[in-house]
């Protein structure tokens, strides 16, 4: 996309400097952490946006899945990410890396500089190929885990150097949004948390290092609360699944790009703040409006219902065409917030001011 067809950032009153998130720590490029080549272990929706992001960024990927099709669906979605990519980002983008196959999870890891597993949510199946791929990886190389909610400290129990394992929880596409949770074990050491974050962030993303591991993280509880809420409203008929997102993509989900809930009730409690806001709205937290802790039984029926609305939703679309109008969606968005030099935009602005850095480390 030329840069003049990019969202132009207006002038205003008030200062949005003001406003601008806290500068992060500069971005090293990926060969200045010394990384080249990382060993992935899974190659499904998860792990092959993981494998577009480490490709993109011109790092060899050493894929390790089961899956006969697994190098068909990293193929492309690799495609699909290069599509938003050139729309996303006119900085320079290095040489795209190589994608072997590796036929056990000890191939995958042997001579890389890192590793991310993204198996199945399967406690038995992740330690399994995280104890197999730690013998192989040098005793320095830190394992990233995409698990959505299991303990670091389970994940690392049957590794080898177990010290070296944090969570590096993604959220699809991996190739596009920015954030990644970063957890450590009990087992977990203070520079592996530090290696990871620093890798992540290499590579466009935004880590949020946690200093305590739970169940499900951050931000999967709060994923799960809405999600447990949306799947009572169609068991109980009061709206279908398109009128569920249809409440949040032209409702809270536009204000959600920028600013979070505590930010955005801050700002409705007008000039009392937070604390008018909570003494306004804070009471009704009491009131029977959800069923947070409770789930509907997923019998035949529910499930039917579920899946006959999403088909209509879908309206006849593949999986391959609704990725793609959700790529130009988000970078509309990460455009549009990189304009004022915010949120999400921000992250995507520093990144593209490191691979500037880096084309011109390169010509010189």
């Not at 394992?165 to 977990?188: A, S």
């Not at 739970?214 to 509880?221: H, K, L, P």
Request: contains cysteine; glycine residues 10%.
């Amino acid at each position: 996309m030329c840069a003049s067809c990019r969202p132009q950032t207006y002038a205003t009153s008030w200062a949005w400097s003001s406003m601008a998130d806290a500068t992060p720590e500069a971005v090293q490029s990926p060969k200045q952490l010394g990384l080249a080549k990382a060993g992935l272990l899974g190659g499904g929706v998860i792990g092959g946006g993981w494998a577009a992001r480490f490709l993109i960024n011109g790092i060899d990927v050493q894929l390790f899945d089961p899956d006969p099709e697994a190098e068909r669906k990293v193929d492309e979605m690799l495609a699909n990410a290069r599509r938003a990519w050139t729309a996303l980002t006119d900085a320079p983008l290095p040489v795209q890396g190589s994608l072997i196959r590796a036929a056990t999870p000890q191939e995958a890891a042997a001579g890389v500089q890192f590793v991310q597993e993204s198996a199945p949510e399967d406690e038995q199946i992740k330690r399994s190929l995280l104890a197999a791929a730690s013998e192989a990886a040098g005793p320095d190389v830190v394992f990233g885990s995409s698990t959505s909610g299991i303990l670091p400290t389970l994940l690392q129990s049957d590794m080898t150097h177990p010290e070296r394992l944090v969570v590096g929880h993604p959220f699809n596409p991996v190739y596009l949004l920015p954030l990644v949770e970063v957890c450590p074990g009990k087992n977990t050491s203070s520079e592996s948390v530090t290696r990871a974050a620093d890798i992540y962030r290499s590579l466009g993303m935004k880590p949020l290092v946690l200093q305590h591991e739970i169940e499900g993280f951050v931000a999967d509880r709060l994923l799960e609360a809405l999600w447990r809420e949306a799947l009572w409203l169609v068991n109980d008929g009061v709206a279908t699944i398109e009128q569920i997102d249809d409440a949040i993509r032209y409702g809270a989900g536009l204000r959600w790009a920028s600013m979070g809930t505590m930010l955005t009730y801050r700002i409705a409690g007008g000039e009392g703040g937070m604390r008018h806001f909570m003494a306004q709205f804070g009471p009704a937290l009491q009131w029977p409006w959800s069923k947070l802790t409770d789930v509907p039984e997923l019998t035949d029926q529910l499930l039917d219902r579920i899946e006959q609305q999403s088909d209509a939703q879908a309206a006849g679309a593949d999986v391959r065409e609704l990725e793609r109008l959700r790529d130009d969606c988000l970078v509309g968005v990460l455009q549009g917030l990189r304009g004022r030099d915010y949120a999400a935009g921000a992250v995507l602005k520093q990144y593209e001011t490191s691979l500037v850095q880096r084309g011109a480390d390169a010509s010189s």
